[in-house]
């Protein structure tokens, strides 16, 4: 009898790590065909983002429409899309022009004269740290610094040619935005019901948290740019740079972009502050006002890296620096760009709601206790 109990026992034991292992292969066949799907349709998502977004930053518009001018709804949200597409027009309008003008500048540029100053510049540098010991120009002159500058202005061409096949993605999303602010409450109510009674506050409480903390990170973000779009311009006004508030604005808005945005900004305001000073002399003009501009736009991320993302993201997201950094990076990876900027926004989100329906566990315990 004891020997057939031990053989039933172990029939069970190898019966139960069977089932567990094949869960376990369901769970993850399961979860790579959902990131497949999600990476497939990647580009419906990032429009449901951008949409959700825009309709949270019109919801305090629709709602002033409706309560103080007593709009109808329907007209309250047409009157903010057209808000919406006004300032997009008008963003167009200004960089469109710059556009064209620093093309025009690269069209005429002198690239041999260009490479002579620069080369000259080097070879005094080089005379200097001679005198120290160093030799530097012949690291430098093996660099081939001027191989690719002639293909600048091409690479402008078609930036400005791409700009063709945004419209479908800049349908969409004014599509998706309109309906999202025009029928909120029937959406909330199709939430509604996907959860029982019992769990309905939860997500009522959820969705407030959430208006709450991304109203306070939208207003944080507008708070960064308005600094960083002050500085640039008082820097570039002092130098005489060309467009100048145009050029602090797109600078300043680039910032939107984490980690990688602040990169291209330095880069554009660099290539910008030299290709408007184009004709002038390169060593006593043309260096001296972009190093001073570049010094500008340092101080400017300092004070943005110590000072305005700090106050921003301990007031709104409430999210350890590196957990920011590596959710940025996923949503990098497989969103591109659009991604990383609406990573942190539906990040919260997303902690809000796991907070409320998973609050015994330990990993959301651990995630969302400063929430």
Same mark, same amino acid.
């Given at each position: ?23 376990? /292969? ?21 429009? /449901?983002? /951008?949409?959700?977004? !825009? ?6 518009? &629709? ?14 949200? &047409? ?7 006004? %300032? ?43 005198? =120290? ?7 430098? =002159? ?9 293909? !600048? ?14 419209? &479908? ?12 602010? =025009? ?19 939860? $997500? ?10 991304? #109203? ?21 006004? &002092? ?5 100048? %508030? ?6 300043? $808005? ?31 003009? %043309? ?6 501009? +570049? /010094? ?11 000072? #305005?993302?700090?106050?921003?993201? #301990?007031? #709104? ?6 957990? %920011?950094?590596?959710?940025? +990076? ?42």
């Amino acid at each position: 009898m004891e020997p057939l109990l031990k053989l039933k026992n172990k029939n069970l034991t190898s019966n139960t790590i069977t089932n567990g292992i094949l869960k376990a /292969i369901a769970i993850i066949i399961g979860v790579c065909l959902l990131l497949y799907f999600l990476y497939e349709v990647q580009s419906i998502l990032v429009y /449901i983002a /951008i949409s959700v977004v !825009i309709a949270l930053i019109g919801s305090p518009i &629709i709602s002033f429409l409706r309560r103080r001018l007593k709009f109808p709804n329907t007209l309250a949200v &047409i009157f903010t899309m057209f808000i919406f597409i006004g %300032i997009l027009s008008g963003l167009i309008s200004m960089f469109i022009p710059l556009i064209i003008e620093q093309g025009q500048n690269l069209s005429l540029l002198n690239i041999d004269q260009l490479q002579t100053n620069i080369q000259n510049l080097l070879i005094q540098l080089n005379d200097y740290f001679l005198a =120290k010991g160093i030799n530097v120009l012949d690291e430098i =002159k093996h660099a081939d610094l001027f191989k690719n500058i002639t293909a !600048i202005p091409n690479l402008l061409n078609s930036v400005i040619s791409t700009l063709g096949s945004l419209s &479908i993605g800049l349908f969409s999303v004014l599509f998706i935005t309109f309906f999202l602010m =025009k029928d909120t409450e029937i959406m909330e109510n199709s939430i509604y019901i996907l959860v029982n009674d019992k769990n309905e506050n939860k $997500l009522k409480s959820s969705l407030s948290a959430i208006n709450h903390l991304l #109203s306070r990170y939208f207003i944080g973000l507008v708070f960064q740019i308005t600094i960083l779009f002050v500085i640039y311009t008082i820097t570039l006004l &002092i130098f005489g740079i060309e467009n100048a %508030i145009v050029i602090a604005f797109l600078c300043a $808005l680039l910032n939107l972009i984490p980690y990688i945005g602040p990169l291209v900004g330095g880069v554009l305001m660099l290539f910008l502050s030299m290709s408007s000073n184009l004709g002038q002399d390169f060593q006593s003009v %043309i260096l001296p006002t972009t190093i001073y501009v +570049m /010094i500008g736009y340092v101080i400017a991320q300092l004070i943005d890296n110590f000072l #305005s993302q700090p106050l921003i993201f #301990s007031n #709104s997201v409430k999210s350890h620096p590196l957990e %920011i950094f590596l959710v940025i +990076m996923i949503a990098g990876i497989l969103f591109g760009v659009t991604g990383m900027i609406v990573a942190i926004p539906t990040y919260t989100a997303i902690k809000v709601v796991l907070k409320a329906f998973l609050a015994d566990n330990k990993i959301v315990k651990s995630l969302t206790k400063d929430l």
